[in-house]
Nanobody, 124 residues
Framework: QLQASGGGLVQTGDSLRLSCAAS????????IGWFRQAPGKEREFVAA???????FYADSVNGRFTISGDNTKNTVTLQMNSLKPDDTAVYYC????????????????????WGQGTVVTVFS
């Protein structure tokens, strides 16, 4: 249902773009979120976009990351700029049948479908 891609190994200050490809049904009716999980830590919210296009960000990435949707490709992109070593993690995209065009939730347990993770490593 979801296919994440775009991870890699970069230096501090570099940029990466992650993509999450979804089916048309999911893209048009589900909120899509990005989460990350660093070794030894819990999975945490990064950013999300409602199916109506409203965006939400964790404080730790606000101003550096941008989430956007492309309805011609049924893809949600996470543009990550000014990367820091603390951004190192496995990144997951997920879909939430939240029911509202302006809501996207931040709790992993609320999400119905998950893509496979993509690894982002930022070295100093």
């Amino acid at each position: 249902q979801l296919q994440a891609s775009g991870g890699g190994l970069v230096q501090t200050g570099d940029s990466l773009r992650l993509s999450c490809a979804a089916s048309e049904r999911i893209f048009s009716t589900y909120a899509i979120g990005w989460f990350r999980q660093a070794p030894g830590k819990e999975r945490e919210f990064v950013a999300a976009i409602s199916w109506g296009g409203t965006t939400f960000y964790a404080d730790s990435v606000n101003g550096r990351f941008t989430i956007s949707g492309d309805n011609t490709k049924n893809t949600v992109t996470l543009q990550m700029n000014s990367l820091k070593p603390d951004d190192t993690a496995v990144y997951y995209c997920a879909a939430d049948l939240v029911g509202s065009p302006i809501v996207a939730r931040r709790v992993p347990a609320e999400y119905n479908y998950w893509g496979q993770g993509t690894v982002v490593t930022v070295f100093s």
